[in-house]
């Protein structure tokens, strides 16, 4: 597996709690993604990285904000959590853009939004 | 932007039979086109990737073909093992504005391989 760690791997919330999930990468790469995926939706994009402090969004970014202040660590945070967000989050990572550089996944975090 | 549809959604064969997993794309643009197997409880691992300068690719058992004219792109497994059984998604990279660089993937096709 490339060297990414997602934290944690398993949580149950309330509605209306804040929630922040971690992803921590020991491959230096420049780009990181958070995605949600969910029975008949594939993967779908949240929200991206391209550098530290650099971030932007993806096709399912409502309800969803993130933080990179290091280049090992991509933060997803759901304000407030609703029972639409119960899904895996994953978190993936590449080198480069745009010539076909491969993306690397973690194995996920689960999260149950009651 | 890009849109991909996967088919078909679940595919059960018989150990050593192929499997043929199909994916249909819609920016003409597109020029790389992954593929992910994932195992219960694991992220996504690629498998195998096509450029589109390349009409095919094979990796032992697995092969990617590539039809640019008519936008699809399909997933051969030949001699399949009960190992094979996972959930495979296809993807495409865009290649410009606000797609330029990110995967977006098909649904997910579920293979169970029967011993």
């Known amino acids: 597996d490339a060297g990414i760690t997602q934290s944690p791997r398993h949580k149950v919330t309330e509605t209306g709690t804040p929630v922040t999930l971690r992803c921590h990468q020991t491959?230096?790469?420049?780009?990181m993604y958070w995605y949600r995926q969910d029975p008949g939706h594939g993967l779908r994009l949240i929200h991206y990285?391209?550098?530290?402090?650099?971030?932007d969004k993806g096709e399912v970014s409502d309800g969803y904000s993130v933080s990179r202040s290091k280049t090992e660590d991509f933060l997803l945070t759901l304000e407030s959590a609703t029972s639409s967000q119960t899904s895996v989050y994953f978190c993936?990572?590449?080198?480069?853009?745009?010539?076909?550089?491969?993306?690397?996944f973690g194995n996920g975090t689960r999260l149950t939004v009651t | 932007g890009e849109n991909v549809e996967q088919h078909p959604s679940t595919l059960s064969v018989q150990e050593g039979d192929s499997a043929v997993i199909k994916c249909t794309y819609s920016?003409?643009?597109?020029?790389?086109f992954p593929w992910y197997k994932q195992e219960l409880g694991k992220g996504p691992q690629l498998i195998i990737d096509?450029?589109?300068?390349?009409g095919e690719k094979k990796d032992q058992r697995i092969a990617v073909t590539l039809n640019k004219t008519a936008k699809h792109f399909s997933l051969h497994i030949t001699e399949t093992q009960p190992e094979d059984s996972a959930v495979y998604f296809c993807?495409?990279?865009?290649?410009?504005?606000?797609?330029?660089?990110?995967?977006?993937f098909g649904q997910g096709t579920i293979l169970t391989v029967h011993p």
């Open positions: 993807a495409a990279e865009g290649a410009g504005g606000t797609s330029y660089g990110k995967l977006t």
């Open positions: 920016d003409s643009a597109s020029n790389y």
């Open positions: 491959e230096n790469h420049r780009y």
């Open positions: 993936a990572i590449t080198a480069g853009v745009g010539a076909g550089s491969p993306l690397h």
């Open positions: 990285s391209y550098g530290v402090k650099d971030t």
């Open positions: 096509i450029r589109s300068n390349v």
